[in-house]
C-alpha cells in the first residue's frame, strides 16, 4: 500500500503527489498537479502565485475541504485523504480552523455568538469568559453583542479570527484574509496571525499581497498547480519580484 | 441549537413569515371545514317537521356532509402541498449558510436539527395563529354555505376543545414533514459552497422525484384508459381523478417541465426577454415553486368544474333524448291523489305521466350486510311512464306491492328485495321486478307504482307530469285547460323550455357546490403562489444589483423580473390545462360510452377568472418585491458581502 511507503512526518501539513483535476475530457483544468509540500508545526507560510494558479485548491484539499483525485494529505500525522464526512466535521471542530476574504460570520448571530459557535457545535458551552477573552484578543471586547453587520470589515474579519481560534486548532487555513480589507485593517489582521505562528500554531495564507506574504515564514510560489519556488524569510520587494520572474 | 433556529427565524422573517403564513391559512381551512362537518353530520330536523320534512332534512344533511368532507379532504390536501413546498423551498434558499455552518463543525445531523427545530417553530406558531383564524374562517364557510343554500340558515359549527391541539400537532406535524425531505437533501451541502461567490444550485430533480411523477403520470393515464369501463358512476369518478393524479404528477416533475414550456414563452429578441429566459434556464427551482401550486390549482379547478358541466350536459343531452312529451306541468300532489286523473282527462291530451320524487330510506341486503341510506324514489304510473320514457323498457311487472330499479340505481337490480320506508310509512322489503336503464346523470333510484303509497304521504309534494298531445290537437288551449285542471300554483311548459330550464338548475347547483369546495382552497393556492414570489424575489437583491450595475434601468429590471414571472405563471397555467384536459379526455370517453354521443362543456367565465387572477396576482407580486428589491443603489448591495 502507497501510505506504507509514507515516512512518519512531524510536519503539520503534509501533501504527498496530491494532484486535484476539475472537469473531464478537453475542458479539464489541472488545478493542483503532483505537489508534495510539508510545511512545519509552528511555523507561517504564504501561498502566492498568478489567478488561477490553483493556490485556493491547494489550501482546500490540505484542510480536507476538497477530495484530491490522488495522492496523500496528511494533517498533524493523520492521514485524511479517505476520510469519511464524520472524521472531516470531527477535524473541523477540533484541529483546524478557516478564515476567508469574504469573513463568512453567520449574520443572524452576534459576534460572540459567531466565536462561539465551533465550540457550541461540539456540544461544549464555553464559558463566557472564554469567548470575551478570544474578543479582547482581536480587539473586539467592546463589540461582543453586535451583529456582522454592525462591524467593518477589518472587524469582521478579527472576529472570524477569533472564531477560527478558540478551538485552539493546530492549523490556521486563510484563504486571501485580507484581500477585501483596507491597509490598516490588514496589518491588524496579519498581526493576529504572526501571534498565532509564534504562540504554535501554524498558519497557511493564500494571498495576492507580497507585502503580507512578507509577514509570513516562508513563500510558497505556486503555477499550473505545481509549486514552483519557495522562498524563507523574504522581504516584500524579493516576493514581489520572484513572483514577477515567474510571469505573474 | 433552538437557540440558532431562533436567531435565523428572526434574520430571515420574510421568507419564514411566508411559511408561517401557509401553516396558518392551511390549519385555518381544515379546522373550518372540520368543525363545520362536525356540526353539520350530527345536527337534528327542526322540531315538529313533518315525517317527510324530517326525511327531506336527512337528504339534505347527507349533500352537506358530503360537499364538507370533500372541501375537508382539499384543504387538506393543498395544506400538504403547499407546506410542504414552502418549506422545501425555504431550506433549499439557504444552502449557503448551512454550508457555512458545516465549515465550523456542523454535522449533518446538527444541520437536519437545525432545520426541524426552524420547522418546529414555525409550525407551532402558525398552527396557533391558523386555529385562531380559523374561528373567523368557520363565519364566511358557514355563510357561503347556508347562501348556496347546502345549510339551514342559523346553522353554525361548536367548538370542541380537543380541536386546538389537534390542529396544532396537525399543522406541526405537516411542516416537519415538508421540511424532512428538504432537510436531509440540504445536509448534504459541502462546506466549501459557502465559499462560492455564485451558489451552485441544487441538483433539483432526484432519482426519486422522476420515480414519484412518472408512477402519478402513469396512474393517469391508467384511470384515463379504464374511464370508459366504469359505468355511468364509476366512470365519473375515474374521470375526475384523472386531473388529480396528472396535476400532481405535473408538479412534481416541474422543475423539468415548467423552465422549458416557459422559455417558449417569452417573447424573442428583446435584451429584457433573453434575460428572463436566461433566468429561467438557471433558476429552475424557483420556477418550479412558482409553477407548481399553479398547476394544481388550475388541474383541479378545470378538470373538476370541467367534468360537472360536461356531465350536466350529457344529463341533459340524454334526458332529451329519451323523453317522448310535448309539454310539461309541474304542480302539487292534492289531498285525493286525483291530479293524474284530471290532467289525463284534459281534451287533446293524448298519455300523460305524473311522476312525484320524494326522499326515502331504502335498505338493501338482510341481516349483517344490511345498510340503509336516504335515496330519491319515483311514484310513476308504469304505463304512462313507458309512454313518455320510450327507452325504458317493458315496465308491465311493475304493479302492487312491487317496484323497480330507477335510472339512479346503484345497489339493486332486478331479483333484489329493498326495504322502503317514507317517513313513517313502511312498505318493508319489497321485489325489485323490472329495471330502467341507468342515466348518466343519475336520478331516482327506484321507481314505485302509484297506489303503493297514500296519497295524504303525497300530498304537498311537487309534480311532474310529462304530457303527450293528440294529434291535430291545439297546443295553446291545452296548455290552458292543464293549466286550469293542475289546481293552484300550476305551471305548463313546452318540454324543450321545460329541459333547458333543468340544464340551467343543474348548473347552478354544480357551480354553487364549487365555490365552497374549491373557493377557499383556490384562494390558499393563490397565497402560495405569492409567497413562492416573495421568497424568490427577496433572495435576488444581488442579482438585481448586477443588473443594474451592467446597465439596465431599474424599470428595465422589475420589467424583466415580471416578464420572468409571467412566463412561469403561463407555463403552470398550461400545464394545469394539460393534467385537466386529461379528466375531459376521460369525460369524453366515459360520456360517449353511456350515451351514444361525446359530451364536453367547460365553465368558460371561471377559466377567464382564474387565468387573469393568475396573470394578476403573480404579476404584481413580482413587480412588488422585485420594485423593493431594487430599492438600495445597487453599488451598495454590490459591496456589502455580508
Known amino acids: 500500500m502507497p501510505t506504507n511507503a509514507l515516512a512518519p512526518t512531524t510536519a503539520a501539513v503534509s501533501l504527498r503527489a496530491v494532484s486535484k483535476t476539475y472537469g473531464s475530457g478537453p475542458t479539464a483544468v489541472r488545478a493542483v498537479d503532483q505537489v508534495d509540500l510539508d510545511l512545519a508545526t509552528g511555523t507561517w507560510t504564504a501561498v502566492m502565485g498568478p489567478s488561477g494558479s490553483g493556490k485556493s485548491t491547494l489550501l482546500n484539499c490540505a484542510a480536507g475541504l476538497e477530495r484530491v483525485d490522488s495522492g496523500r494529505v496528511l494533517l498533524g500525522g493523520t492521514d485524511i485523504t479517505d476520510a469519511d464526512d464524520e472524521t472531516l466535521t470531527r477535524l473541523r471542530r477540533t484541529r483546524v480552523g478557516f478564515i476567508f476574504q469574504s469573513f463568512n460570520l453567520v449574520a443572524s448571530l452576534s459576534a460572540a455568538q459567531n466565536v462561539e459557535l465551533p465550540l457550541r457545535l461540539a456540544g461544549k458551552r464555553p464559558p463566557r469568559a472564554d469567548v470575551r477573552e478570544a474578543l479582547r484578543a482581536v480587539g473586539l471586547a467592546e463589540r461582543a453583542d453586535h451583529r456582522p453587520r454592525q462591524l467593518s470589515g477589518g472587524q469582521q474579519q478579527r472576529v472570524a479570527i477569533a472564531r477560527a481560534l478558540i478551538t485552539r486548532p493546530q492549523v490556521l487555513f486563510a484563504d486571501e484574509p485580507t484581500g477585501a480589507l483596507d491597509s490598516s485593517a490588514a496589518r491588524g489582521v496579519l498581526d493576529l496571525l504572526r501571534a498565532a505562528a509564534d504562540g504554535g500554531q501554524s498558519v497557511v495564507m493564500v494571498t495576492h499581497d507580497p507585502a503580507a506574504a512578507a509577514r509570513a515564514d516562508a513563500t510558497v510560489l505556486v503555477r499550473d498547480g505545481r509549486v514552483e519556488d519557495r522562498v524563507v524569510g523574504a522581504d516584500a520587494v524579493t516576493v514581489a519580484a520572484r513572483l514577477a520572474a515567474m510571469g505573474a | 441549537m433552538l437557540q440558532l433556529s431562533w436567531a435565523g427565524l428572526r434574520d430571515r422573517w420574510t421568507s419564514f413569515a411566508g411559511a408561517v403564513l401557509t401553516v396558518c391559512l392551511g390549519v385555518a381551512l381544515v379546522q373550518s371545514s372540520l368543525l363545520l362537518l362536525l356540526a353539520s353530520a350530527t345536527a337534528d330536523a327542526p322540531a315538529g317537521s313533518g315525517p317527510v320534512a324530517q326525511v327531506r332534512f336527512e337528504e339534505a344533511r347527507v ?127 459541502r462546506p466549501l459552497e459557502a465559499l462560492d461567490a455564485e451558489e451552485e444550485p441544487a441538483r433539483v430533480m432526484t432519482r426519486g422525484r422522476w420515480t414519484t411523477g412518472v408512477l402519478l403520470g402513469a396512474g393517469a393515464v391508467v384511470l384515463l384508459a379504464l374511464s370508459p369501463l366504469g359505468g355511468p358512476a364509476g366512470g365519473r369518478a375515474m374521470a375526475v381523478c384523472v386531473s388529480l393524479l396528472a396535476a400532481l404528477a405535473l408538479a412534481v416533475l416541474a422543475p423539468v417541465a415548467v423552465p422549458a414550456l416557459a422559455g417558449a414563452l417569452v417573447p424573442r ?26 398547476i394544481v390549482l388550475v388541474g383541479l379547478l378545470l378538470g373538476q368544474s370541467g367534468a360537472a358541466w360536461s356531465y350536466t350536459e350529457a344529463a341533459v343531452a ?120 341507468q342515466a348518466v346523470g343519475g336520478g331516482p333510484a327506484l321507481l314505485l307504482p302509484a297506489g303503493l303509497l297514500p296519497a295524504e304521504l303525497l300530498q304537498g309534494s311537487a309534480v311532474r307530469t310529462f304530457v303527450q298531445l293528440q294529434g291535430g290537437s291545439d297546443r295553446r288551449q291545452v296548455a290552458a285547460a292543464l293549466t286550469a285542471a293542475g289546481g293552484r300554483g300550476a305551471r305548463v311548459s313546452d318540454v324543450q323550455d321545460w329541459l333547458a330550464r333543468s340544464a340551467q338548475q343543474a348548473g347552478s347547483s354544480d357551480t354553487s357546490i364549487l365555490v365552497v369546495v374549491m373557493g377557499l382552497g383556490a384562494s390558499y393556492a393563490l397565497i402560495g403562489v405569492v409567497n413562492a414570489g416573495v421568497v424568490a424575489t427577496a433572495a435576488r437583491r444581488r442579482e438585481f444589483a448586477t443588473a443594474r450595475a451592467s446597465g439596465l434601468t431599474r424599470r428595465q429590471v422589475v420589467g424583466s423580473a415580471v416578464l420572468e414571472t409571467w412566463a412561469v405563471s403561463g407555463a403552470g397555467l398550461l400545464l394545469g390545462a394539460l393534467a385537466a384536459a386529461g379528466t375531459l379526455a376521460a369525460v369524453l370517453i366515459a360520456t360517449a360510452s353511456a350515451t351514444g354521443t361525446a359530451s364536453i362543456d367547460l365553465p368558460w367565465p371561471l377559466v377567464a377568472a382564474v387565468v387573469t387572477g393568475a396573470f394578476a396576482v403573480t404579476g404584481a407580486t413580482s413587480a412588488w418585491t422585485a420594485w423593493s428589491a431594487t430599492r438600495t443603489a445597487p453599488v451598495q448591495l454590490l459591496r456589502a458581502r455580508e
Not at chain 2, 75 to 99: E, G, K, N, P, Y
Not at chain 2, 106 to 131: D, F, K, N, T
Open chain 2, 269 to 294: 429578441g428583446g435584451v429584457l426577454g433573453d434575460l428572463a429566459r436566461a433566468n429561467l434556464r438557471d433558476e429552475v427551482r424557483r420556477s418550479a415553486s412558482t409553477a407548481a401550486p399553479l
Open chain 2, 318 to 437: 340524454q334526458l332529451r333524448s329519451t323523453t317522448a312529451a310535448d309539454l310539461v306541468v309541474e304542480s302539487t300532489a292534492d289531498a285525493d291523489g286525483a291530479l293524474a286523473q284530471r290532467l289525463s282527462a284534459v281534451p287533446g291530451v293524448g298519455s300523460a305521466s305524473s311522476e312525484v320524487e320524494l326522499p326515502a330510506a331504502l335498505t338493501t341486503g338482510s341481516g349483517e350486510t344490511a345498510f340503509t341510506g336516504i335515496r330519491r324514489v319515483l311514484v310513476v304510473d308504469p304505463g304512462a311512464y313507458e309512454r313518455a320514457h320510450p327507452t325504458s323498457g317493458s315496465l308491465q311487472a311493475l304493479r302492487g306491492a312491487a317496484v323497480a330499479a330507477g335510472p339512479g340505481a346503484l345497489e339493486s337490480s332486478t331479483g333484489d328485495r329493498v326495504g322502503v320506508r317514507v317517513g313513517q310509512v313502511d312498505l318493508g322489503p319489497l321485489p325489485v321486478v323490472a329495471a330502467v336503464p
Open chain 2, 63 to 189: 349533500v352537506a356532509v358530503t360537499v364538507l368532507a370533500v372541501t375537508l379532504a382539499l384543504a387538506a390536501f393543498l395544506a400538504v402541498f403547499v407546506i410542504a413546498s414552502t418549506f422545501a423551498f425555504t431550506v433549499d434558499q439557504r444552502r449557503r449558510d448551512l454550508a457555512l455552518l458545516r465549515l465550523v463543525g456542523a454535522g449533518r445531523r446538527q444541520v437536519v436539527r437545525l432545520l426541524l427545530g426552524e420547522a418546529l417553530l414555525l409550525g407551532v406558531l402558525g398552527s396557533l395563529a391558523g386555529s385562531a383564524l380559523g374561528t373567523g374562517v368557520v363565519r364566511v364557510q358557514t355563510w357561503l354555505m347556508v347562501r348556496v343554500g347546502l345549510l339551514p340558515a342559523g346553522a353554525g359549527a361548536r367548538w370542541h376543545a380537543w380541536v386546538l391541539p389537534a390542529c396544532v400537532g396537525v399543522g406541526t406535524a405537516l411542516a416537519l414533514a415538508g421540511v424532512f425531505l428538504a432537510a436531509r437533501r440540504a445536509a448534504r451541502v
